[in-house]
């Protein structure tokens, strides 16, 4: 099973959609034997609490329900996760600094939206009702692309 850590700073708005988001691409193709996902904050401001009500009520608009209690980044997580996605450079940065040689695979989460790799996701929390929608849409479509390089790359694995 390939195990796939979604990261942004204070895990309520961005890395929990993109958690919610790619096991929804994983449960449409009933590939939830082969994937786990989960996601945190590489700060600590927010453990314990749900999602962002905007970023949630913006995805039940989409057709999507998650839960999600917020959660620092462990050290642990660098050997136990096979993917980590951060968000954006800055979380990217963090990352490297705090396990600069981990197991995992480190990709920026745009990586995987064509187009668009090397750049970051926008932080919608101090934004309006429209930077939830960009952000649904881009993550949707990213996490689509992940799972299906993560499919891809399972084929022509050794």
Same mark, same amino acid.
């Given at each position: 099973?390939?195990?796939?850590?979604?990261?942004?700073?204070?895990?309520?708005?961005?890395?929990?959609? /993109?958690? @919610?988001?790619? !096991?929804?691409?994983?449960?449409?193709?009933?590939?939830? &034997?082969?994937?786990? =996902? *989960?996601?945190?904050?590489?700060?600590?401001?927010?453990?314990?609490?749900?999602?962002?009500?905007?970023?949630? /009520?913006? @995805?039940?608009? !989409?057709?999507?329900?998650?839960?999600?209690?917020?959660? &620092?980044?462990?050290? =642990? *997580?660098?050997?136990?996760?096979?993917?980590?996605?951060?968000?954006?450079?800055?979380?990217?940065?963090?990352?490297?600094?705090?396990?600069? !040689?981990?197991?995992?695979t480190?990709?920026?989460?745009?990586d995987?939206?064509?187009?668009?790799?090397?750049?970051?996701?926008?932080?919608?929390?101090?934004?309006?009702?429209?930077?939830?929608?960009?952000?649904?849409?881009?993550l949707?479509?990213?996490?689509?692309?992940?799972?299906?390089?993560?499919?891809?790359?399972?084929?022509?694995?050794?």
């Amino acid at each position: 099973m390939k195990k796939v850590l979604f990261v942004c700073l204070g895990n309520i708005c961005r890395s929990p959609l /993109a958690e @919610a988001l790619f !096991n929804k691409h994983v449960a449409n193709r009933g590939l939830q &034997q082969e994937y786990m =996902a *989960d996601s945190c904050g590489t700060a600590a401001y927010h453990i314990g609490e749900e999602p962002d009500p905007r970023s949630r /009520a913006n @995805a039940r608009a !989409n057709g999507l329900e998650y839960t999600h209690r917020a959660r &620092q980044i462990g050290l =642990a *997580d660098f050997d136990e996760f096979d993917y980590i996605i951060p968000m954006d450079a800055s979380n990217m940065a963090n990352l490297q600094l705090l396990h600069p !040689n981990p197991k995992a695979t480190l990709k920026l989460m745009r990586d995987f939206d064509p187009g668009h790799e090397g750049t970051n996701v926008p932080d919608p929390y101090f934004g309006g009702e429209r930077g939830f929608q960009e952000v649904f849409e881009l993550l949707d479509r990213a996490t689509a692309a992940l799972l299906e390089h993560l499919q891809q790359t399972k084929k022509v694995g050794p």
